[in-house]
T-cell receptor
Framework: NAGVTQTPKFQVLKTGQSMTLQCAQD?????MYWYRQDPGMGLRLIYY???????DKGEVPNGYNVSRLNKREFSLRLESAAPSQTSVYFC????????????FGPGTRLTVT | RKEVEQDPGPFNVPEGATVAFNCTYS??????FFWYRQDCRKEPKLLMS???SGNEDGRFTAQLNRASQYISLLIRDSKLSDSATYLC????????????FGAGTRLFVKA
């Protein structure tokens, strides 16, 4: 039982490059989330998916797209990376969406130069 | 006013000390309250949920004060291994469910 897994763990991009961050959970959770964490700030929600086939914008969605591929997988895509997207990205999942405990992946450290 | 506010610290305490953190929230309709722990360069993990009646788990006690809109976390007999960042998390349903993470309070426990 791996919980929530994320790939890659580290990535360096040049401005304008694109990439997809992968996330998978094996807990049969309905809801999945993508957050970014910057120094001195709380985790900020980028996008979430309350169930397979649905996605919704969070607090900071600009510059990102997501795909809920199936119940297990939720990917985050940066189409044209910018230095402002340098951050640590965490994927999380929860059984429901109504304030349940969230389980986090180990994070992806992304640097955009 | 931020939706969720925490004292960033750092709190530097000796082993064995008692330390308390508060977290204030602005949305009076908030329904669920949590404390998460985040170790350096690691993911957040749930420490404990916070119930209206308060709850205790070993050396950790969490309280909710709805009237003043804050939650608290008390750590007794601090251990070196308690050194981490403590995040308060508030969830509520106001035009769509929303979970807000505080920026965290850093704790250093010294030998």
């Amino acid at each position: 039982n791996a919980g929530v897994t994320q790939t890659p763990k580290f990535q360096v991009l040049k401005t304008g490059q694109s990439m997809t961050l992968q996330c998978a959970q094996d807990m049969n959770h309905n809801s999945m989330y993508w957050y970014r964490q910057d120094p001195g700030m709380g985790l900020r929600l980028i996008y979430y998916s309350a169930s397979e086939g649905t996605t919704d914008k969070g607090e900071v969605p600009n510059g990102y797209n997501v795909s809920r591929l199936n119940k297990r997988e939720f990917s985050l895509r940066l189409e044209s990376a910018a230095p402002s997207q340098t951050s640590v990205y965490f994927c999380a999942s929860s059984e429901g969406s109504g304030g349940d405990e969230q389980y986090f992946g180990p994070g992806t450290r992304l640097t955009v130069t | 006013r931020k939706e969720v506010e925490q004292d960033p610290g750092p709190f530097n305490v000796p082993e064995g000390a008692t330390v308390a953190f508060n977290c204030t929230y602005s949305n009076s309709a908030s329904q669920s309250f949590f404390w998460y722990r985040q170790d350096c360069r690691k993911e957040p993990k749930l420490l404990m949920s916070v119930y209206s009646s308060g709850n205790e788990d070993g050396r950790f006690t969490a309280q909710l004060n709805r009237a003043s809109q804050y939650i608290s976390l008390l750590i007794r007999d601090s251990k070196l291994s308690d050194s981490a960042t403590y995040l308060c998390v508030i969830s509520g349903n106001t035009g769509g469910f929303k979970t807000i993470f505080g920026a965290g309070t850093r704790l250093f426990v010294k030998a």
